[in-house]
């Protein structure tokens, strides 16, 4: 028999071929790069556990952030450290917070540098959970009142787009609501609306300092088995007014990405975490995988599977190839 007519190598046989049909493109402007800011001057103080990432001072991130403009990344996400932490968390919420100077700091030197804000208390708080503690347990209602607060806040100071990371029951709307009635009804909330209890976010935890004092995140954030629930949280917070949403971890939760994906004509974001991150960097390092394949190969899979932009750690060195 003849050989069959079609023969889809064609299209693979040179590099300018391969460049004119590829289906899903990586653009710097996609990137989120996380910053985790830390009281001081002149610090970049590295990270252990996710070579070469660093805690860097407000002065360092101001620089940092001229060269992340710079390279065409589409904006940073601010995680702060405080000088001293409470039970109430109260540093997330103040305004003269590490968070809120960074916001300033950076909006004076690039202010058209995109400025995400994570809203959480679990970097604020001396227990490391994300909420108030009753009976050994985050208490859903109360912690409401602080994200509002920390909202409000973060874009008193100048913040772009606020993004809830607590996985509380209700934060959209109490923070849509705050924002509104203190005049902010044009700031964007991205919503952490499917962020799973995963192993990942172990590196994370040195970077923010922020690992719980007893017990784990499992009784607010989700169960990794779970898709249907994921669909479930995305819609409750559209319905109380997010404008985007994230999936948190990406690599683990492709499925869930391409399903959200699937049902919800809005903005989506996924989120590379430490973890993920991490297991990229070592092997390279080990000379086991290559690591600017491997690099440009998970961010690939992640726009492929969805996301509209990805929030990773290998910002800069991917913008600087695709540069």
Not at 40 to 52: A, H, L, N, T, V
Not at 85 to 98: F, L, P, R, T, V
Not at 222 to 249: F, Q, T, Y
Request: aromatic share 8%; charged share 25%; with cysteine.
């Amino acid at each position: 028999m003849p050989f069959p007519i079609h023969r889809p190598r064609r299209l693979r046989a040179t590099e300018s071929i391969r460049n004119l049909v590829r289906e899903t493109r990586l653009d710097p402007a996609n990137f989120i790069l996380p910053l985790f800011i830390v009281p001081g001057e002149g610090i970049r103080k590295p990270i252990g556990s996710m070579p070469p990432q660093c805690q860097i001072s407000i002065d360092t991130a101001v620089e940092e952030c001229r060269e992340i403009h710079s390279l065409g990344i589409g904006g940073i996400i601010l995680f702060g450290l405080p000088e001293t932490k409470d039970e109430i968390a109260s540093g997330a919420y103040d305004d003269n917070g590490i968070v809120q100077r960074a916001i300033r700091a950076i909006k004076r030197e690039t202010p058209d540098l995109l400025v995400m804000t994570d809203v959480c208390n679990c970097e604020y708080t001396s227990h490391g959970h994300c909420g108030l503690i009753v009976d050994g347990d985050v208490d859903n209602d109360p912690t409401l009142d602080w994200l509002a607060r920390s909202s409000v806040s973060h874009a008193r100071a100048g913040a772009d787009i606020v993004a809830p990371s607590d996985m509380m029951d209700g934060r959209v709307e109490a923070i849509r609501t705050a924002l509104d009635d203190a005049g902010f009804s044009k700031t964007p909330i991205l919503s952490y609306a499917a962020k799973y209890a995963s192993a990942f976010y172990g590196p994370f935890r040195d970077a923010a300092d922020s690992a719980p004092q007893f017990g784990d995140r499992r009784s607010y954030q989700m169960d990794p088995a779970n898709a249907r629930e994921a669909m479930r949280e995305i819609e409750l917070d559209l319905d109380e007014g997010a404008d985007m949403i994230m999936v948190k971890p990406a690599m683990a939760y492709l499925d869930i990405i391409r399903e959200a994906r699937m049902r919800y004509d809005v903005p989506i974001s996924a989120y590379q975490v430490s973890g993920e991150y991490s297991m990229i960097m070592a092997a390279a390092a080990n000379g086991w995988i290559d690591h600017d394949r491997a690099m440009m190969e998970s961010l690939t899979s992640i726009k492929r599977a969805g996301a509209d932009f990805i929030l990773t750690y290998f910002a800069k060195p991917a913008a600087k190839l695709l540069g």
